[in-house]
């Protein structure tokens, strides 16, 4: 049997394919029992612009004369039309002319009526004589009956052959077996237009370019960390979509290419290929073309990306369309959505709607849904309830359930039962829950183990963990590392490490030499700008010290606005040298108030200064009180200084 080019029927399928493009091309990559995509029709149409009624009609005409390539044409536009009576005959005769097209349709036919193993033998006959649809099809045959070798050998026919639903299927099955070969079939089914293709092949250089720059075996992403000073759970509901990172150095050549292939398949409309898309805009700042991606993804259907629009959206302060794309997200089974309604809700002070988004959230599987339960009943002081839930969420693995319910465990004094749940929150990963296990095993006096916990906290990137790891190298003398882990501190915004950190430096600048008239200001050393930087967030201490250091370089507006912001914060020793300034400048009334506010806040020095001031003024009695309070506030050079004092009073009064 001699079989006949088809050339048409490279036209034919390419048409059909364009024509279902937009909503079928997923169905028939990933439907293995669909058929249409392996349809292999006959001749091009030699007036383009007629209609189908008219190539029907002339076609009809030919294979009534016996027109082989007409009969072929004919059947493959039934066939398309669901007309399988009608296009039988046609692709029989044709067949039985040797027109491998019309073999190839003759199988599609007749797997749709239920013959699959008749319809095999026509591949077979097709694909023997080059036909590479039918070479995929018969490959496609072979998979769902289990015989892979067969379906491999077939499908790669069909791939060498340039066939992109073959290069797409061989792709597939070899990547179902762990074969590297699986990525130059996606690669080559993408580079002719295969949406699916170029999606997959995107997702695989990510991975890729991923586990280059973190390691095969580091899976997850660091959390966010909240400053937290105590044990307490992480406060903020559960709402943010995660990112795809964006990898340097080795990875990010495949990184970028992946981008490429996420780009092309979405602009053949794939969805998700939108979706992972925008979301690395996102990450890179692009927040606009992210947006239009989002969009493009949502409104075909995608869930995720619908919410995803709507945090962007709400982060752009449009919060009410935000809360459109949420509801359209949550309404389609996203749970992030429903979270994000729920937070939504929940900031309104709208308590039961947010509850009820976040009961819809838990029902979708997102166990968020349940952590987020918990933090709205704890706000609200129903504690049992709030336990429930968290233990709900932590149960299905989510550890900062687990980190809450053993602080609601803790706090209810059962500090046995907190452990096991701190110590599971943070082996998954919980950097919150590590550092409560450093306060559990600290006020336990355990200080060696809760300094392990400490170090782990830290190392994840926790503040107060850095902190507290800091503070130890410093008690043991390791000067070095408690820099190191005070700078990390304050870097992240602790007051406190701040101040021992200007502290640690402080102490290693020289002493200054005397003051030379006419000598330019000197700059601000790293010290100073530390102690600033506690002192803005309304640390006492190093407000005063930065008083202190303004005085000294004679800036002495500067002294009086940090003492007295100090002061008025109740600090006893602003109090104190606050009122030093103003003495030294004529206002002794005023200094005296901030002398009494520092002497009834336990300032010994304090009480000293009004006892001398009380007696230049001839207070005597009011003198003898201060000397007596100095007395027994200290330290020991003001008790024995306002010992002399008080004596020299008492025979003033009795001489």
Not at 236 to 256: D, K
Not at 353 to 380: F, P, S
Not at 488 to 496: Q, T, Y
Request: net charge negative.
């Amino acid at each position: 049997m001699v079989f006949m080019g088809d050339r048409a029927t490279l036209l034919e399928t390419g048409r059909f394919v364009q024509r279902h493009a937009r909503n079928a091309a997923d169905e028939i990559i990933e439907a293995v029992g669909a058929v249409d995509a392996a349809v292999d029709t006959t001749a091009e149409t030699d007036a383009e612009n007629e209609t189908e009624t008219e190539t029907e009609a002339r076609h009809r005409r030919a294979a009534e004369h016996g027109d082989v390539a007409s009969m072929s044409a004919l059947g493959a536009l039934l066939l398309r039309r669901g007309d399988l009576d009608g296009a039988e005959p046609y692709l029989r005769a044709a067949t039985a002319e040797g027109d491998r097209a019309a073999a190839n349709n003759l199988g599609v036919l007749l797997h749709q009526r239920g013959y699959a193993d008749e319809a095999a033998g026509w591949w077979r006959v097709a694909a023997v004589a080059g036909s590479a649809p039918a070479a995929h099809a018969l490959g496609r045959h072979h998979r769902e009956r289990g015989d892979e070798p067969a379906a491999e050998y077939w499908l790669r026919q069909a791939a060498e052959q340039g066939h992109a639903l073959g290069a797409y299927a061989l792709a597939d099955l070899l990547e179902h077996r762990s074969d590297v070969g699986a990525e130059r079939w996606l690669r080559a089914a993408a580079e002719q237009g295969h949406r699916e293709a170029a999606f997959r092949l995107a997702l695989a250089l990510e991975r890729r370019a991923t586990e280059t720059t973190r390691g095969p075996h580091e899976t997850g992403t660091r959390l966010r960390v909240p400053g937290t000073r105590a044990i307490v759970p992480s406060g903020a509901p559960a709402t943010g979509t995660a990112v795809p990172g964006q990898p340097a150095g080795e990875g990010a050549g495949a990184t970028a290419e992946a981008e490429q292939w996420f780009r092309q398949a979405a602009a053949r409309g794939h969805r998700r290929a939108a979706l992972h898309l925008g979301a690395i805009l996102e990450h890179r700042g692009e927040l606009k073309e992210a947006g239009r991606w989002y969009l493009s993804s949502a409104k075909e259907g995608e869930a995720k990306a619908a919410c995803a629009l709507g945090f962007l959206l709400r982060d752009a302060g449009d919060e009410e369309s935000a809360a459109a794309w949420w509801l359209r997200a949550a309404q389609d089974g996203d749970g992030n959505a429903a979270n994000a309604l729920g937070a939504l809700h929940a900031a309104r002070g709208e308590q039961q709607t947010a509850e009820r988004w976040y009961r819809a959230a838990m029902d979708a599987g997102d166990v968020n849904g349940a952590y987020n339960l918990g933090l709205l009943c704890a706000a609200q002081d129903r504690i049992p309830q709030a336990e429930q839930w968290y233990r709900r969420a932590a149960y299905a693995g989510h550890r900062e359930a687990a980190n809450a319910l053993a602080v609601l465990l803790l706090q209810a004094g059962d500090a046995n039962g907190a452990e096991p749940w701190f110590s599971k929150a943070a082996e998954a990963g919980s950097v919150d829950a590590a550092f409560n296990l450093g306060i559990l095993h600290a006020g336990r006096d355990d200080d060696r183990t809760a300094l392990v916990w400490y170090e782990r906290a830290a190392a994840a990137g926790h503040t107060e963990a850095a902190l507290q790891v800091g503070i130890a190298a410093l008690r043991d003398g390791d000067e070095r590392t408690a820099e190191r882990h005070l700078r990390c501190a304050a870097g992240g915004g602790s007051a406190e490490a701040a101040f021992r950190l200007a502290s640690v430096l402080d102490a290693r600048r020289p002493e200054p030499g005397p003051a030379v008239l006419g000598a330019p200001r000197e700059e601000k050393s790293e010290c100073e700008e530390w102690y600033e930087r506690a002192a803005q967030q309304g640390h006492r201490r190093a407000q005063v010290r930065v008083g202190m250091l303004a005085a000294g370089r004679g800036d002495l507006a500067e002294a009086d606005r940090w003492y007295r912001e100090a002061a008025e914060a109740g600090s006893r020793n602003g109090a104190f040298n606050l009122g030093l300034l103003l003495a030294r400048e004529g206002s002794e009334r005023e200094a005296a108030l901030w002398w009494t506010r520092a002497a009834r806040a336990g300032h010994g020095r304090a009480a000293l200064r009004l006892a001398l001031l009380a007696a230049r003024r001839g207070e005597l009695t009011e003198g003898r009180r201060w000397c007596d309070r100095a007395v027994e506030l200290g330290p020991a050079e003001v008790a024995e200084r306002a010992a002399r004092l008080s004596e020299a009073l008492h025979q003033e009064l009795t001489a």
